[in-house]
């Protein structure tokens, strides 16, 4: 069964770090391209950085860059994405996506496994 959960979510101060997880489970996520969304109340999901399956490049959108780094630990079959200086509006659920495109995608639409994402509330 195909399955992806996500993990490391949590209550942070702004300026905090958390550390966000993506464990696959009856496939290898090493083969997929895996991205990172996230979905605040009443905003529309977002991307915020993918990590390609064809060659572990990496991208991450302009409002986290320097901030967030993703990264895939295929003996774990997991993916992570390390936040720094969490900001208030970082605040969201953040789910892991995987899809069979080669390139990284930040686009949701393209993505055909979902993860039930991991709440993440920054406090000012």
């Known amino acids: 069964q195909v399955q992806l959960v996500e993990s490391g979510g949590g209550l942070v101060q702004s300026g905090g770090s958390l550390r966000l997880s993506c464990a696959a489970s009856?496939?290898?996520?090493?083969?997929?391209?895996v991205g990172w969304f996230r979905q605040a109340p009443g905003k529309e999901r977002e991307g915020v950085s993918c990590?390609?399956?064809?060659?572990?490049?990496?991208y991450n959108v302009d409002s986290v860059k320097g901030r967030f780094t993703i990264s895939r630990d295929n003996a774990k079959n997991t993916v992570y994405l390390q936040m720094n200086s969490l900001k208030p509006e970082d605040t969201a659920v953040y789910y892991c996506?995987?899809?069979?495109?080669?390139?990284?995608?930040?686009?949701?639409?393209?993505?055909?496994?979902w993860g039930r994402g991991t709440q993440v509330t920054v406090s000012s």
């Open positions: 996506a995987t899809t069979s495109v080669t390139i990284c995608t930040v686009v949701p639409g393209l993505y055909d496994y």
């Open positions: 990590i390609s399956g064809s060659n572990d490049i990496t």
């Open positions: 009856g496939f290898t996520l090493g083969h997929y391209t």
